[in-house]
Structure formats: C-alpha cells, structure tokens
C-alpha cells in the first residue's frame, strides 16, 4: 500500500512543481517518447534475462503494491505452529510428527494456519528438513548446515530478479537520452521553420530525458529496493523456523524450541514473551 502511496506522491510533487512554475501539462504528453524509452527497457530487459526471471519480475513488483506479508501476526501463528508441531510429537511420539510432514494439509495441527501451509517453500523448509530427521536420525549441526545453505540459496535466487530490475532501471536515463538525440535529429531536419514548430519539437526531446530520470530514479529503482527488503524479509522468516527446528532437535523442550525463534524475529514484528506463551498455551 505504501508503495502505491509513495507513486502518487512522486507523480504529484513533480507535477504540481511544474504547474507552479506555470508550465503546461500538454508539453509532457509525448507519447512517441513513452513509446522509445519503455518499449528499449523492455527490450532490454528481455535480452537479458530468461522467461522466468522476468516472470519473477512481475510477480515481485506486484508484491510490493500488495505490501509485505511477514507481519506480527503471522510470526506469532508460526511460533504457536512450532510449539503445537512439536508438542504433539513429544506426546504421541515421532510416528504422528512423520504423520504430520508428510501430508500437512490434512494435517490437524498444519491445517489450522492454511497462510503458513499456503507458503509452499515455508512449508517444504521446514517438512522436508524434519523428515530428513526422523527417517534418519541427522545430527542437529548437519540439520542446521542444510537449512543454512537452502535459506542462502533462495535469498541468491530471489535476489536475482532485483538485481535485473535495477539493470534496467539504470539503463533508463541513457534511453532518456537516446530519445532525446532522435528528438534533436527531428528538429536539426525542420530548421528554417517556424520558430514555434522547432520549440515545441526541442521540447518534445527534453521530455525524452526527462521521462527516462524519473522512471529510474522515482519508479523503478525505488521498487527494485522494496522488492530487495521483502526479499530480506522471506529469507529473515526462513531463519526463524530454522532456529524453531534446530531448537526441536537438540531436545529442547517445546515452549523453549518457540521462544528460540521467537529471538530470532526482527525487532519491529516481534511478538512479546507474554503474547507468544499466551498464545501457545491456549490463548489466541
């Protein structure tokens, strides 16, 4: 949401800025500029990356207009997740947790939080890592390098659609300026004509440049950053249920497994001691 917000705020500084200067808004509409520069970025951008990055890319941009879905609240059923995982197979032994990875959706303990279960790498993370401890008995210093390297690389591939992102976006400027140069050769052909003809097509080109700054440094670099912290945000997620799974396999105790990912939440989502033990031992 806030991304949003802050596109109407760059869209309305520029634009009110120009109108107290007094100038016409008719000026800016260019479309044969739009037509050069957008239509070279992607160009661009389909030279240079694969079909599924640049699906990536478009699912990320829409994922920050959507906003970060790593909230408190999401932390908090995921610590209540871990406890009552763990809980029930301290009770009903390791038969019913190999029950419960196996097939989480029809699990009672999984089901109750389908966001989680939704989260299919979230979900496999943490199965897949469990299952690989009770079906062989893995030490807690190999389980803990597996999840180490599996958060590294998904934090390297998500990574990756950003990085093309912001490639193209700092090829904006010199496609501002390219637009601008076929703008000038225009007006260079139409010398000798009336003086208001070859101002209005000078215009036209400085519009090229214009447009090619501002896309890049108040539209694209910016998403590619929001893209990059929610990224940051998945693989700081990833790491929470790392610690709640390491915690599990060194044999601590399950309210102990939750508040050792409870430490590992950042600071502004975080729930409190008190929140998660209320939660955890049947509160909300």
Known sequence: MLVIVGILVVIGAVIGGYLL???QLILLWQPAELVIIGGAALGTLLIANPPMVVKKI?????????????????????LKLIYQLFSSARKNGATKLEADIETPSSSDVFSAYPKIVADHHALDFMCDTLRMYVSSGTEPFMLDQMMELDVEVHHSEAHTPISSLTTVADSLPGLGIVAAVLG????????GGPPEELGHKVA?????????????????SPIAGSMS???DSESQYLNVIRVGVIAYA?????????????????HSVRPSFKEMETACRGGS
């Open 21 to 23: 200067e007094h100038g």
């Open 204 to 220: 036209a080109a400085l519009v090229g440049t214009f447009l090619g700054i501002l896309l890049c440094y108040g539209f694209l």
């Open 184 to 191: 000038i050769v225009i007006t260079m052909s139409s010398l």
């Open 250 to 266: 060194k044999g601590n105790a399950p309210i102990l497994c939750a508040e050792f990912a409870r430490r590992a939440i950042p």
């Open 58 to 78: 478009i699912a990320g941009i829409i994922g920050t207009l959507k906003g970060s879905k790593y909230t408190k609240q999401l932390y908090l059923d995921t």
């Open 229 to 231: 912290k929610m990224a």
